[in-house]
């Protein structure tokens, strides 16, 4: 079963009344997404919080995935998205932020768009 | 904080054990199997130019047998076939190797994406043009504290200055800027300026993530925080997050920064439900060493989490059977012990941070750098834990020691 956050204290937790506090608890849509790079997965959850994406058809946690990938394979349980060693993600935005002459961005979907800081 | 001398005698930077090579894999691919990497991280080199006193891979010197040229774009097109979608480069120092560039540009021209991550010290203007040349679109910078704090955790003077200079060059070589932060017992209260620093270098992201007593940082033990001050870290963090929005700088909690708890949807208000999800070591991340050595996740260690050599297999073949690779796809709550198996969150965690328990004890699922646990220990029993070491480790790459949990009445 998927979390939702409490209203009250934050927490999440997977029951209509929060066992911390007892405040009432909206149980939030279950949501599949599509196997993405990472800062699609970042990106897309936003949205995916109210609109779930039409490709997919068989419901799964939210970070789930039910889509197959290009290679037939599947992608169940792909929720970690950050590692120790790893670079912070770049989008299609930042980059092409910084140079808008980059022919072969990323195409990643993102709801954010960072600002990469034009000087 | 000041830290005192190395507790380590020379020399700082070992020479690596040659690849473990020739290891079983399972006859047979079953449907868990079947998940592809979305992530890689590469270690193209252990020679490094800094001599960093948390680095857990204890790198200075290249390894005796890193993988030629060849071998390496050969990879790179076994990663695109598995479907990997961001390959990031790292060392050592990727730069220090001298087909850095060719091996960016081969990921690039595969479809994938390509970052770096940087100490900095070297990244001069040549080398960020190459950069940008190869087709790198990110480079995270490596910034500890501020210019003596780093300093002091880098093993060098003026490696602080140095990575501002790299942000610098990249910044005019057109390559977005993102940056990453240990956070530990030094640099803890220098946290916040850290983050005003490194916005005003207009970082598009900011990855941090606590010191973890692999390698030199084992060694280290008056850097580690102790587990208790997670509930000073969180809250710390969960203000720095309104900085970061208001800068409009991605927040990028580590995999060992957490777990739930009230600030959890504050600190991954991004992330896929709010919350970080299990270790993803073996499913959604691949770690690659610069021998060749296949790993679920870079930071694991490598005695213990080498799924085998792609010298012996192909990378497929290493992913989809090889028991280190396979591990969490078989991980279960119930597998847990201690605090995490009886947790609220326990399906959902895992207890977190696969890498940062099992440097501490040689096993997995049972993690105390947790805030809800922290929280929950004060709340309930007036406890906290602290770590203690009782075993050194040998003094290689990515190797560990040996600690455990104390548990002592919070001072009142």
New interface residues.
């Given amino acids: 079963m998927?979390?939702s956050?409490c209203p009250s204290?934050?927490?999440?937790v997977r029951e209509r009344a929060c066992?911390f506090c007892g405040a009432s608890v909206a149980r939030?849509k279950t949501i599949t997404?599509p196997?993405?790079?990472?800062?699609a997965?970042?990106?897309?959850?936003?949205a995916?919080a109210v609109t779930s994406i039409a490709a997919c058809s068989s419901p799964q946690?939210?970070?789930g995935c039910v889509c197959p990938?290009?290679?037939g394979?599947?992608?169940?349980?792909?929720?970690?998205?950050?590692?120790?060693?790893?670079?912070?993600?770049?989008d299609a935005a930042?980059?092409d932020?910084?140079?808008a002459t980059t022919e072969?961005?990323?195409t990643?979907a993102t709801t954010?768009a960072?600002?990469?800081?034009e000087? | 904080m000041t830290l005192g001398d190395r507790p380590r005698s020379l020399p700082i930077a070992p020479t690596a054990l040659p690849a473990k090579r020739r290891l079983p894999l399972a006859d047979d691919v079953r449907p868990q199997d079947a998940v592809r990497p979305i992530y890689a991280v590469w270690e193209i080199t252990l020679a490094c130019d800094l001599a960093c006193r948390h680095c857990g891979s204890r790198a200075g010197r290249a390894r005796p047998d890193e993988l030629s040229t060849e071998e390496c774009l050969d990879l790179v097109r076994q990663m695109q076939e598995l479907g990997v979608f961001e390959v990031t480069l790292i060392g050592g120092e990727a730069y220090l190797r001298d087909d850095w560039v060719d091996i960016a540009r081969e990921v690039r021209k595969r479809g994938m994406q390509c970052t770096m991550t940087t100490g900095g010290r070297g990244l001069t203007k040549e080398r960020a043009l190459a950069a940008k040349e190869a087709g790198i679109q990110s480079v995270s910078v490596s910034v500890d504290g501020l210019r003596e704090t780093h300093d002091m955790q880098r093993g060098v003077k003026g490696s602080f200055d140095a990575a501002m200079v790299a942000f610098d060059n990249l910044r005019e070589a057109k390559i977005p800027v993102a940056a990453n932060t240990q956070i530990n017992k030094v640099n803890l209260r220098e946290i916040p300026a850290v983050f005003d620093l490194l916005a005003s270098k207009k970082i598009h992201g900011w990855q941090f993530q606590l010191t973890t007593a692999m390698g030199r940082a084992g060694d280290e033990k008056e850097l580690l925080l102790e587990p208790w001050q997670v509930l000073d870290v969180i809250p710390m963090l969960a203000e720095v997050k309104k900085k970061a929005d208001a800068a409009k700088v991605r927040f990028f909690p580590g995999n060992n920064i957490g777990y739930y708890g009230p600030y959890e949807a504050i600190l991954r208000a991004s992330f896929p439900g709010k919350h970080r999800g299990t270790c993803g070591a073996g499913r959604s991340t691949l770690g690659i060493e610069a021998d060749g050595s296949i790993k679920g996740c870079p930071s694991l260690p490598t005695a213990d989490y080498t799924g085998g050599n792609i010298r012996d297999a192909s990378l497929k073949d290493i992913w989809e059977r090889s028991a280190a690779l396979r591990f969490t796809r078989d991980q279960k709550a119930s597998d847990l012990s201690g605090f995490c198996k009886t947790c609220y969150y326990a399906e959902e965690c895992k207890a977190g941070c696969n890498w940062t328990t099992h440097v501490l004890f040689g096993r997995i699922g049972d993690n105390p750098y947790c805030y809800h646990r922290a929280s929950t220990l004060k709340e309930e029993r007036d406890v906290r834990e602290t770590i203690r070491k009782t075993a050194d480790a040998p003094g290689l790459p990515f190797d560990y020691g040996r600690f455990e949990i104390v548990e002592e009445p919070w001072p009142h």
């Fill in positions: 998927s979390l956050v204290c934050s927490r999440h066992p939030e997404l196997r993405v790079s990472r800062i997965l970042v990106g897309a959850a936003a995916a946690a939210l970070y990938p290009p290679d394979g599947t992608d169940a349980h792909v929720d970690a998205i950050a590692t120790f060693y790893g670079g912070v993600p770049v930042t980059t932020a910084t140079d072969d961005a990323p990643d954010d960072t600002d990469a800081g000087e």
